[in-house]
């Protein structure tokens, strides 16, 4: 794969180094000749100065052959601006883009623009570090409403097949981890001693999902 990625700050320059040790070629674009020095002598990608919405710039990194597009410089106008253009433009399908400010993540997301939302992102992975196990979501989309979660589950559903557990809930479970190795439920998988279950759904809606997987009315084993 071909990957261009605006900005060579410390995320654009981790990320052009991880790109590359897996086999993609990478063009680094960013305005300050000096920002490349972030870059370990031996990368091989394209080296591109120039501001990362220009069309020319742009193609100077080869972004018409390009397979993914990422813009991570410090600036959310910057960013959102290159990302649409290299969507619209040049029909680059893999886009995302960083975005410091999460109401604006929010709008650039229900535009179609994937983004990273720093801070918010910064501050659910401390308070994952800060709080008890299992008191934060794993993960929060842009809009801060929808969240992947961990729920403690009943020994009472210990044995039942998943969907039983889904149904009750009104939910759908995400993943198991089951011993270490995360699985996908299937339509015959029940739940065995040990499961840490994950679920994905609105934030609003945990407590009542919770509720649902702790106890099992009429059941028991």
């Known amino acids: 794969m071909h990957i261009v990625i605006m900005g060579c700050g410390r995320v654009g320059s981790t990320l052009a180094h991880i790109l590359e040790d897996r086999g993609n070629t990478v063009a680094v674009i960013d305005r300050d000749p000096e920002a490349f020095r972030r870059l370990r002598p031996a990368f091989k990608g394209d080296r591109v100065t120039g501001i990362g919405f220009d069309r020319d710039v742009l193609t100077r990194a080869g972004i018409e052959r390009a397979d993914g597009f990422a813009a991570v410089s410090s600036g959310d106008n910057s960013n959102i601006i290159a990302a649409r253009v290299a969507r619209e433009t040049f029909g680059v ?119 649902a997987f702790a106890t099992r009315e009429g059941g028991g084993h």
């Open 93 to 211: 399908r893999q886009v995302a883009a960083r975005i410091y400010d999460p109401r604006r993540a929010e709008v650039y997301e229900r535009l179609g623009i994937p983004t990273v939302a720093t801070v918010r992102w910064t501050a659910d992975q401390m308070l994952r570090k800060l709080m008890p196990e299992g008191a934060e979501p794993l993960w929060r989309d842009a809009t801060g409403k929808v969240v992947l979660s961990q729920v403690s589950v009943s020994p009472a559903w210990i044995g039942e097949p998943v969907k039983s557990v889904e149904a009750s809930a009104g939910t759908r479970v995400a993943y198991i981890d089951r011993l270490g190795e995360a699985i996908v439920p299937q339509p015959g998988t029940v739940l065995q001693q040990g499961d840490v279950v994950h679920v994905i759904a609105k934030e609003s809606e945990l407590d009542r999902i919770a509720i």
